[in-house]
């Protein structure tokens, strides 16, 4: 099996860093962390949405067109938003074109821009175009305005979340969610060697890098030789390990005034050795499995199948996890290097109307549909692939992923996500 050299590594991590050359965001405050739950009350189930009627189509009404890349459970909400919203606007017949898949969809709304067909609104992904590559090509429209006419409550959305899709003193986008990353971990391995569960408090100082890595050693067990139990399981995908990167008080890239991203910031120390930390868990410590362990069945199903203690995924994962109706799990904050604080990489992508909409007024109709309080509720009811934490404050740790008390971390680390370093960098509570 071939190991990955740190010179292979960096190479193409800085493929993907500079792909968009993005801008990066002010520091912002961290969201403060949760109060404990209470075990008295249990919130009352969110129900899934029912289907609008189709409302006939008046022959002179405004045709609108949201173009989405989710599939899934979520198509339907979406499918779903349309007939309401149209139901609700008799002069306006509007409908949800659902292309799955991030770039395929948005290289489909480019080509029908270009092509002069465009769409009216679609899904901003800004690790594919970042807010300011978007309004230099004129793929997005300003909503300022109509924020200001409308009296729009910006307000009642995370501020983190607002500030990714503002460029240069403009707003261009409304935010569907805001994810962070989480440490999943299986209660019942850890109970069963009685080792202490990690902390729920995401301002919790003491459960750093050494700490993960004396859990995980306690947690990893062996017969005859051969690891038959895995402290961590070591998630290779790039926000994971952006996480470690930032907490470690590194960055993945160096910015401009503007907050442009300039060169691939990967070779400071910070940064290498957390990225070697991450290297050791597995070929080191031996606390982790090599990557061909996972690669027939996946990371969630490996550890589905209860021989891996702790893995670090993202809160729309929680719907997998819920699977394994068997295994007693929960979620806890990311450790913390000597960053001293903690910084996660994460994505948040937005709902925009295309700079060449044909009717941006209808859209903004549409668009305050589709981001409304009911919207977002009957998307989280779903709890579909894709449901993140949505951008909204007051839905913030709805649907967590189990009804036990100490499930805090999808809502209480909101405030320290990053975005991708491509598009933007957002080092939200990081300094």
């Given at each position: 099996m071939k190991i990955l050299s740190r010179r292979s590594f960096l190479a193409w991590a800085g493929t993907v860093a500079l792909v968009?050359?993005?801008?990066?965001?002010?520091?912002?405050?961290?969201a403060k962390a949760a109060e404990p739950a209470k075990p008295a009350e249990v919130a009352k189930p969110v129900e899934a949405p029912k289907p609008a009627a189709a409302a006939p189509v008046k022959a002179d009404a405004v045709?609108?067109?949201?173009?989405?890349?989710?599939?899934?459970?979520?198509?339907?909400?979406?499918?779903?938003?349309?007939?309401?919203?149209?139901?609700?606007?008799?002069?306006?017949?509007?409908?949800?074109v659902t292309v799955v898949g991030g770039q395929p969809m948005t290289d489909k709304v480019i080509t029908l821009i270009a092509g002069g067909t465009p769409p009216d609104l679609f899904i901003l992904y800004q690790e594919i175009v970042p807010v300011n590559a978007a309004v230099e090509r004129k793929l997005v429209h300003a909503i300022d305005d109509y924020i200001k006419v409308d009296k729009y409550d910006i307000?009642?959305?995370?501020?983190?979340?607002?500030?990714l899709n503002r460029w240069e003193g403009k707003l261009w986008a409304l935010p569907r969610d805001y994810g962070n990353q989480n440490v999943y971990y299986n209660i019942d391995l850890f109970e069963k060697a009685k080792v202490p569960l990690p902390p729920t408090d995401w301002e919790d100082k003491t459960w750093t890098f050494e700490k993960y890595?004396?859990?995980?050693?306690?947690?990893?067990?062996?017969?005859?030789?051969?690891?038959?139990?895995?402290?961590?399981?070591?998630?290779?995908?790039?926000?994971p390990w952006a996480t470690f990167v930032y907490s470690n008080g590194g960055v993945v890239v160096n910015r401009d005034g503007r907050g442009v991203a300039t060169d691939v910031a990967l070779t400071q120390p910070a940064a290498v050795e957390s990225l070697q930390f991450m290297q050791d868990l597995i070929y080191k410590?031996?606390?982790?499995?090599?990557?061909?362990?996972?690669?027939?069945?996946?990371?969630?199903?490996?550890?589905?199948?209860?021989?891996v203690a702790m893995v670090i995924d993202n809160p729309t994962s929680a719907s997998a996890y819920r699977r394994f109706d068997k295994m007693n799990w929960d979620v806890a904050p990311i450790p913390?290097?000597?960053?001293?604080?903690?910084?996660?990489?994460?994505?948040?992508?937005?709902?925009?109307?295309?700079?060449?909409?044909?009717?941006?007024?209808?859209?903004w109709k549409f668009l305050k549909h589709i981001t409304s309080e009911k919207a977002q509720l009957q998307e989280v009811a779903v709890g579909g692939h894709d449901t993140f934490p949505p951008g909204?404050?007051?839905?913030?740790?709805?649907?967590?992923?189990?009804?036990?008390?100490?499930?805090?971390g999808l809502r209480a680390g909101a405030g320290l996500r990053r975005a991708?370093?491509?598009p933007r960098q957002v080092a939200a509570g990081v300094p």
């Open positions: 968009a050359c993005g801008p990066t965001a002010k520091p912002t405050e961290p045709k609108l067109s949201l173009y989405n890349g989710i599939g899934g459970a979520n198509q339907k909400v979406y499918e779903n938003y349309a007939k309401e919203f149209s139901a609700a606007n008799p002069g306006i017949a509007a409908e949800t307000e009642s959305f995370l501020p983190q979340a607002v500030e890595l004396e859990t995980a050693r306690a947690l990893t067990l062996q017969e005859g030789g051969k690891t038959t139990q895995w402290g961590v399981l070591v998630n290779r995908a790039w926000r410590h031996k606390v982790a499995p090599t990557p061909d362990a996972d690669a027939d069945m996946g990371m969630q199903n490996f550890f589905g199948t209860g021989k913390v290097g000597k960053g001293g604080k903690r910084g996660t990489g994460g994505g948040g992508i937005a709902w925009a109307i295309t700079g060449a909409s044909k009717n941006p007024d209808q859209a909204r404050r007051e839905f913030q740790g709805i649907r967590e992923p189990r009804t036990s008390q100490k499930c805090q991708g370093p491509g």
